[in-house]
């Protein structure tokens, strides 16, 4: 049976760009940290991804580190740019995010909490997913001198939503306090993250979704210094320690390089494929709809929510019929969870746990779509049998 | 073409609860033809943040969710944690506090069974197009003189699992397939080794899984709060001491009583009566302990019911003794049974199931006991 993969959100096909950098590496000898002509060879090429990144990225090469993906830099960025803030201040207690950010984000924010140093606040989201901004202005002109730092994601995860960073940024710079923006999923998508960001900014994406191997990615920390929170060698002066990985750095400037080259092209076919899938959920599946489809969204991705079923018992049925796609962001030990996002916009929290992502990527094809389109109507029928079964008497 | 002595290729949920039993009896399955979905069950809120390295050995922790996708990964069948902590928490553990705050002594594993795996999530399976359930339990599904299911006690009798099974019925029964009923469980642990299932030396667990540190009495002391009163001697009314809570007492018990007046000659004392109400626990000589007419209710029967005058073997604890004895009444809701001797130890909320040879003919909760003589 072959695989109708509609779900490049989670993870990506690895691109032949970044392949080919990642074996090339692989065949050398040598730790770029090393003073030998070995090292060197391996600093080279580290120093090399680092450039051709940043230029891609439209920043400066020095405020780039590598690191191990999106969720280690949203830590670094967030624990790392707290302690600094309150060591200069103990009465900047506020860590500003919003309501729909990823766990590696609202987790961050909400162990420094736990520990006592901050106090979470949520910036709400209108009923489109789309940031606040007017909530957002409010709290920045009575609470500034308070607020540690913000976090606002430039795409949500599970919508593909695009938030107002570029705008969100501008507010907090007026007010001198740090800003970070969670990439992860709009670096293939968005205008050059150096368009926007400056002084006091920070940003962090991931390899594994734009085409790159899982196990690397990149911060961006624009004049927003952090405390160290990996200590060892000092590889990222200041910043991050751990042994440079220089194939892994390789293949994510190829394949940044790769899916900013194509952005166009890709972008307009796969809001083609796009369209073409929510026709077809909405034309065979009663009770469903398209989340924060009234708003502009990075190209692949679709939350749909389906009346009267579990996402859990749907996802089963689509993966014995060979399609692949995800219950909102994955979940916990597999169990579904209503989203926190859905749940952010004003979604009824029933419909909110028969919700699913699905989500297009660069080797997506009609073929993928009309599988799923082709699975999904007997699926969601018997998913719905299941949560009648279940739940019939209870609701 | 003659095929109707080919099996029927099932669609089948393996419940996994990370246990080398329940990763062989899923390996049975699939070597049977069927298509098999590995399934292992999320039943506690709080297993999901329960701590990794913790050295309980109660089931349905991360590390045994880990240990049956690992099986699963090895048979090669999909694999998914379904969650029913909601279900869990309503049938099961609610259940099991409400049963020893009335003065009773729940089997929660059996609740589990009837409420669970065997209705829940049978019934999500069937809803998902799925044909029955595939457990780990050691028992045997015979086919009966009218090609009817009947369930029958397993051939290992130190594994034999067929009591625990005793509350389904007959739909239940029909849904359900134990593989492991025929084979002894040493052999068990030399198969799940010879298909590389990594679970193969993994020990069994004996706690029951939301307790895993076993202490039942701090479990109910923490739900129920504590209720202090009279240990009282049966016989002559005295006080021999207090207690903290009289649900905590179960009809039998010896251990930690708590007694401070020791009798005349040095014989122990046992648990013979808990009164809830009066908050008091009266305890005795072990004479008092036996009885031989019981009463049920919450009848469930395997099969076809019974008619007073039935001859049949009793079993009122897991791997307790089998007694002989008699059905006396027969009534929808309530059954009376006169066992041949007294037997001790009969405490209100224990489940009594009835077998005919190996065949297991229903069961009940116990709701009185009473001494011919």
Request: net charge negative; glycine share 10%; hydrophobic share 40%.
């Amino acid at each position: 049976m072959m695989l109708a993969y509609l779900d490049h959100a989670a993870t990506t096909a690895v691109r032949p760009e970044a392949q080919a950098a990642m074996v090339a590496d692989l065949e050398r000898l040598g730790n770029p940290s090393s003073l030998h002509a070995a090292g060197r060879d391996a600093r080279r090429v580290v120093e090399e991804a680092r450039e051709s990144l940043a230029v891609n990225l439209g920043v400066r090469a020095n405020d780039l580190i590598f690191t191990s993906g999106g969720t280690e830099g949203d830590n670094l960025a967030i624990k790392g740019m707290h302690a600094k803030r309150i060591a200069e201040n103990p009465d900047r207690k506020y860590i500003v995010i919003s309501e729909i950010e990823h766990h590696a984000v609202l987790d961050s924010a909400r162990a420094l909490a736990k520990a006592g140093t901050a106090e979470v606040v949520l910036v709400p989201v209108t009923a489109d997913g789309v940031v606040d901004l007017d909530w957002f202005v409010t709290w920045m002109a009575a609470n500034a001198e308070e607020t540690s730092l913000v976090s606002i994601m430039s795409v949500n995860n599970e919508t593909g939503v695009i938030q107002p960073v570029a705008e969100a940024h501008k507010i907090a710079a007026e007010h001198d306090v740090p800003f970070h923006t969670d990439g992860v999923q709009g670096a293939a998508w968005l205008e050059v993250p150096g368009s926007w960001m400056t002084d006091g900014s920070a940003i962090a994406i991931s390899g594994h979704k734009i085409g790159a191997p899982v196990g690397v990615g990149a911060l961006v920390l624009n004049q927003f210094p952090v405390a160290i929170q990996a200590h060892g060698g000092g590889q990222e002066p200041e910043r991050r320690s751990g042994t440079l990985a220089a194939g892994l750095a390789a293949s994510l400037a190829a394949a940044s390089v790769a899916a900013r080259g194509e952005r166009e092209e890709l972008g307009g076919r796969l809001r083609g494929l796009r369209a073409e899938l929510e026709r077809g959920i909405l034309d065979t599946v009663p009770d469903s709809q398209i989340n924060g489809s009234e708003v502009d969204r990075i190209p692949g991705t679709s939350s749909v929510s389906i009346a009267g079923l579990e996402s859990d018992a749907l996802l089963l049925l689509l993966d014995a019929a060979g399609v692949a796609c995800s219950a909102g962001s994955a979940c916990q030990s597999g169990i579904p969870q209503p989203s926190h996002v859905l749940l952010a916009q004003g979604i009824d929290p029933a419909l909110a746990r028969g919700s699913i992502r699905f989500s297009l990527g660069w080797t997506s094809t009609e073929d993928d779509v009309a599988r799923g389109l082709e699975a999904l109507p007997a699926a969601v029928e018997r998913a719905r049998a299941a949560y009648a079964s279940r739940h019939g008497s209870r609701v | 073409m003659e095929s109707s002595k080919t099996p029927k290729r099932k669609r089948v949920v393996a419940a996994m609860s990370g246990g080398v039993d329940s990763a062989v009896a899923a390996a049975r399955a699939v070597d049977a033809g069927h298509e098999v979905v590995g399934v292992h069950l999320a039943l506690s809120e709080n297993s999901r943040h329960a701590d990794p390295n913790a050295k309980s050995r109660g089931c349905c922790t991360l590390s045994d969710e880990r240990d049956a996708r690992r099986s699963a990964d090895i048979l090669g069948i999909p694999f998914y944690t379904w969650d029913m902590a909601a279900e869990f928490a309503d049938d099961v553990l609610d259940d099991f506090v409400a049963e020893y705050a009335s003065g009773r002594t729940p089997n929660p594993c059996m609740r589990c069974n009837e409420k669970i795996k065997f209705a829940a999530v049978l019934d999500r399976a069937k809803a998902l197009g799925f044909d029955g359930v595939v457990t780990g339990h050691y028992a045997r599904i015979e086919r009966g003189t009218n090609g009817e299911r009947e369930l029958h006690r397993a051939v290992d009798p130190l594994k034999d699992q067929s009591y625990v099974l005793g509350v389904l019925t007959e739909d239940q029964i029909e849904g359900s397939e134990f593989p492991l009923g025929d084979t002894p469980k040493t052999q068990v642990r030399e198969e799940a080794a010879e298909r590389g299932l990594l679970v193969a030396r993994k020990p069994d667990s004996y706690d029951i899984c939301f307790i895993p540190d076993g202490d039942t009495a701090g479990f109910l002391r923490k739900h129920l709060g504590e209720e202090p009163g009279q240990i009282l001697d049966a016989e002559t009314g005295e006080s021999l001491g207090e207690h903290d809570g009289a649900y905590a007492y179960t009809i039998g018990q010896r251990k930690g009583l708590g007694i401070t007046v020791p009798t005349d000659d040095g014989s122990p004392r046992y648990v013979v009566d808990v009164d809830i109400e009066a908050r008091t626990v009266m305890v005795g000589a072990p004479s008092l302990l036996f009885v031989d007419e019981i009463t049920l209710e919450n009848i469930k029967w395997a099969g076809s019911p019974v008619r007073p005058g039935f001859i049949c073997g009793i079993q009122i604890r897991a791997h307790g003794d089998e007694y002989p004895a008699t059905v006396t009444a027969v009534e929808p809701d309530s059954l009376s049974i006169r066992v041949d001797e007294q037997i001790r130890a009969v405490a209100k909320g224990q489940t009594l199931v009835m077998y005919d040879g190996t065949r297991v003919v229903g069961s009940g909760t116990i709701s009185a006991t009473g001494r011919s003589a």
